[in-house]
């Protein structure tokens, strides 16, 4: 009799044993999923993240080159079109390198445009924009809106006409006093996406020496200004350090777009400083 207690208390306190060990394996598991899933969240946060900083340097991009549109107050010359921001780089192999994004743009009768920065990564709607920029200039306003978020925040106002071709022609200014090049000198007329534009086309040269270089290089800039839009409707940069870089307006509509478009939606919220990295 004592021994068949022993072989029961035995059997029980495997049981026990093997209970309390399959417990912790199981909570260890149910860690390790919520662990996991917390990388998964950080990791798709920190994404976001790093889209929202390169869609806001993109803006920076497309100022340099002329595309942007906030931020400048035009009246009286409403239009959408597609804007396409594309670099091709050309390796010693033979191989090259082609990198393109893409923007739509609008603006209304009253002067209030809309950007939308659009991102192709793979995982989201390449039809969605990743960041929107409202300028209201009858508002003295512009706001940057995150679509995925439902978030906004007020940046600086917009400028005027005047005001965006003065800074223009000082910074065309400063660029020629830079180079070695003759200044942009004009290369005729010619009608991209339905509107007329004015060419002009600008070389600079780097002697020789002046940066290592063995041989001179030159580097090509030409522009195309629509006097009806009062924007660059096509720029293309060949530099052989670089590749070609090119913006050209696309499936451009001289209508005039929806009211809807320059507003901020009703669901927006206020953004924080999370929403902003």
Not at 38 to 61: I, Q, S, T
Not at 215 to 226: D, L
Request: proline share 5%; hydrophobic share 35%.
């Amino acid at each position: 009799m004592k021994k068949h207690w022993l072989t029961i208390a035995g059997i029980a306190c495997v049981a026990a044993t093997t209970a309390f060990y399959g417990q912790a394996q199981e909570r260890s598991i149910a860690d390790d999923d919520r662990a996991a899933e917390a990388r998964v969240a950080e990791e798709r946060e920190e994404k976001a993240k790093r889209e929202n900083r390169n869609a806001r340097a993109m803006l920076g991009e497309l100022r340099e080159i002329g595309a942007r549109i906030t931020g400048v107050t035009v009246a009286g010359s409403p239009f959408s079109a597609e804007a396409v921001f594309e670099t091709v780089q050309r390796l010693e192999d033979g191989n090259s390198i082609r990198r393109e994004r893409k923007t739509r743009l609008f603006r209304d009768m009253d002067g209030r445009t809309r950007e939308e920065i659009l991102t192709n990564d793979g995982e989201h709607d390449p039809l969605e924009p990743r960041l929107v920029l409202i300028g209201d200039p009858q508002a003295d306003r512009t706001y940057l809106m995150n679509p995925r978020k439902k978030v906004y925040e007020q940046i600086a106002g917009p400028r005027s006409a005047e005001e965006y071709a003065d800074r223009r022609e000082e910074d065309e200014r400063a660029e020629g006093e830079r180079s070695e090049g003759p200044p942009w000198v004009e290369i005729g007329k010619r009608t991209i996406e339905g509107v007329e534009a004015v060419g002009t086309r600008r070389t600079q040269v780097i002697a020789p020496g002046r940066i290592g270089n063995e041989r001179e290089i030159r580097i090509v800039s030409e522009k195309w200004y629509s006097p009806e839009l009062r924007m660059d409707v096509l720029t293309t940069r060949s530099d052989p350090r670089r590749g070609v870089t090119t913006f050209r307006l696309a499936n451009v509509r001289l209508t005039e777009p929806l009211p809807t478009l320059f507003q901020v939606p009703a669901n927006y919220a206020g953004a924080t400083d999370d929403d902003r990295d």
